[in-house]
């Protein structure tokens, strides 16, 4: 059984949430190589870690 069929309905989908927006995003097919690594929902939450940890 492959990754991507395994999490084909959104119920079955991992989710995470992001430590700058505190949104819950959920696993896309493009992250399917990299979900470990994946710590933002999007390039704008990312580009304003720096930011964030500041405050």
Known sequence: MS???????KSNQ???VCP?????????KKWADCWDDV???S????RRRKS???D
Request: aromatic share 18%; glycine share 0%.
């Open 3 to 9: 990754f991507t069929s395994h999490f084909s309905s």
């Open 14 to 16: 991992p989710e995470k």
């Open 20 to 28: 700058v927006c505190q949104r819950p995003f959920s696993w896309r």
């Open 39 to 41: 710590r933002y929902c």
């Open 43 to 46: 390039e704008r939450c990312r």
């Open 52 to 54: 964030h940890r500041e």
